[in-house]
């Protein structure tokens, strides 16, 4: 009777294990980059969106497949690594047996395009935006090979066996050259680090977070009824419209600050943040001085939050 007991309490302790386990795992996954999860972050399971849409999370940041008769076009390509390379062209393999012809990078940071050079040896073309190239070629990227061949001041539209997708430069948040991805024929759209699942503040520099409210305007002039950040979970058009209020009561209060007499100093004690918060995440904005000191001269310098003009 005792060995029973025993054995009962001990498949009950395994099963709490598996709970908290899954618990851990589902955290990180939604969190991005959990404290535990930051450390492997391996390639994740494909999962289907629609049908012929896919998404491959982690390894870096989300990557996007689009399944046509005549080959796959991708989104972003992770963080560098020949674990995360074997694992994603698995991942990609299972989706379909079809090469993929065409990538596209959301911006040029490290866990977006690792792995371009990969699909360009096996027969895909990459399309980018000109300023992501002079980005890329300019930082300390600049020895990662897979720098894309078709380049574009703004605006791109890909038609390919079937499917259309566009790239947009609608101004600079988390980098100059973020581009929307938005495959049009799924209506589905690649947000790149403009909503941030990294941290709880939007991955966004003072300087460049008067374009936020434009920047959403347009992406939400998109027809799409489903979206991806660079990180976290799939998002629906009303998450995005809740991010855009949320930036949009935020710039409010700046501009109240500025206007009541904040200065570059003060500006940061001016603002309620703490209330603040982005989609599927549970911790508020924390926007430091630092930010708040840019926002205070670029609210002087770029007042409509003006793109940077393609050249
Ligand atoms: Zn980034």
Redesign the pocket.
Known sequence: MQKRIFALLIVAAVHLLIVIGAAAQDQGARGGRGRGAAAADPVKTATQIKPDLWYIADGG?NSVVEVTPEGLILGDTKNPGDEIETAFVAQIKSISPLPVKYVLNT?P?G??ISHNQYFIDHGATVIGLKHLKELWETGNLNSTPGKPAVLFDKDYDLKFGGAEVEAHYFGSA??DADTIVFFKTKKFVML??LVNYANPSP?ISGTNAVQVLGILDKVLKLDFDTAIA?RGPLLTKADVQAYQKTWDTFMTRVKDAVKAGATKETLASQVKQDDLISPGLKSPWAFNANFFSQLFDALKSNPNGEPRQAE
């Open positions: 940041a911006h940071h866990d977006h988390h980098t790149s680090d991955g660079g």
